[in-house]
């Protein structure tokens, strides 16, 4: 059975904060895609990168 893109994202989410379960990383190893893994991951730093800017862009006057 193959993981959702649901799962894939919450794998990605629980990896960013180095959270991931035991249960959770075997699933991912056995049942995950690893081009799902590598584009929601893509997806979940350009994200990141975009929220440290507008952060930072709202700090520091221009």
Do not use: W, Y
């Not at 379960?21 to 997806?43: C, N, P, Y």
């Amino acid at each position: 059975m193959q993981s959702s893109l649901k799962d894939t994202f919450k794998s990605v989410a629980a990896a960013f904060f180095g959270v991931q379960s035991e249960r959770a990383r075997k699933r991912d190893f056995s049942q995950g895609k690893l081009s799902h893994f590598i584009i929601v991951g893509l997806i979940s730093v350009l994200i990141f990168i975009a929220c440290l800017i507008a952060i930072v862009s709202l700090v520091i006057p221009n």
